[in-house]
């Protein structure tokens, strides 16, 4: 399988999720190949100090998500797998219900259809019935839906690194291993 991961980033809140695993996977030998929803484009702008082009210079490669006919839309792209961070309600939808109109719901499809591992960060609150059931049906469908919830039990106070963390764990189950301080447990801690 090559080293490859694809990052989908739409227009979600919450675009240092998808910038952060961009830097992170530069860090390794993984080829990172990026697609930008046009929301996406729009929302890094309000939320972050990049550009759309600035941030397509971090990935190796970037497609545009009118492109459904780039590389990744193809089984025969072999990848790690696709992360898709953050993931809108919209495009969770879309995913849930083999819609795949534009390249990121497209590799997405693709992905879950090559039984390659596909992680989706889902940004919203609270959460309706609809949300949860479309959660359910990529759980079904063989895709990880993991919200980016920060972890508290190391006691971090760096909110850079609680991001960082959580990235990296979700690379983690994309098989991308990323440096990170796992946790190692509580001592001497037992439960009567």
């Known amino acids: ?16 999720y998808g910038i952060r695993a961009l830097n992170l996977l530069r860090e390794t030998e993984y080829e990172s190949h990026v697609i930008l929803s046009e929301s996406a484009r729009i929302t890094i702008k309000q939320e ?5 082009a600035e941030l397509e210079q971090i990935a190796d490669e970037t497609y545009s998500v009118k492109n459904i006919g780039a590389p990744t839309a193809s089984g025969s792209f072999a990848t790690k797998g696709m992360l898709i961070s953050p993931c809108s309600m919209k495009t969770l939808s879309n995913i849930a219900h083999g819609n795949a109109g534009d390249l990121i719901t497209r590799s997405a499809d693709v992905t879950l259809k090559e ?33 980016p919830f ?3 039990y190391q006691h971090e106070t760096d909110f850079d690194k609680m991001i960082s963390r959580t990235v990296a ?24």
Do not use: C
Request: no cysteine; charged share 20%.
């Open 115 to 147: 039984r390659n591992p596909l992680v989706v960060m889902p940004r919203e609150k609270p959460l309706n019935r609809i949300h949860l059931e479309n959660m359910l049906k990529v759980t079904d469908a063989g895709g990880i839906i993991m919200p």
């Open 169 to 192: 764990r979700a690379l983690s189950l994309v098989d991308v291993s990323v440096e990170f301080e796992e946790w190692s447990g509580l001592e001497n801690e037992v439960v009567q």
């Open 48 to 52: 972050t100090e990049y550009t759309p």
């Open 150 to 152: 920060p972890s508290f």
């Open 1 to 16: 399988m090559a080293d490859r991961v694809i990052i989908g980033m739409t227009g979600a809140t919450g675009q240092i």
